[in-house]
């Protein structure tokens, strides 16, 4: 049984762009074929598990750091380099 689901509907989105190893590359798209979805999805839908599973995030979230983060305006982008 797959740990993701199937995408029902496309919700807003911004982008990001992220540099990956090549076999973690390959198998989100064999993740996402197997899922019959794009590879957005599931990078998107995979972090929101990491979020609810993390109880140290989200203890961290309840706390002093999350008041002070700024959320992204609409159509604003960021990058990252995962290494």
Do not use: C
Request: cysteine-free; glycine content about 2%.
């Amino acid at each position: 049984m797959a740990l993701l689901k199937a995408p029902s509907k496309q919700p807003k989105t911004t982008t990001l762009q992220v540099r990956l190893e090549e076999e973690v590359r390959l198998n989100l798209d064999r993740y996402a074929e197997f899922l019959d979805a794009n590879p957005s999805y599931v990078v998107s839908e995979a972090l929101k598990l990491l979020y609810r599973k993390d109880r140290e995030f989200q203890s961290w979230l309840s706390g002093q750091h999350y008041k002070d983060h700024k959320r992204l305006s609409k159509g604003e982008s960021i990058q990252l380099e995962l290494k």
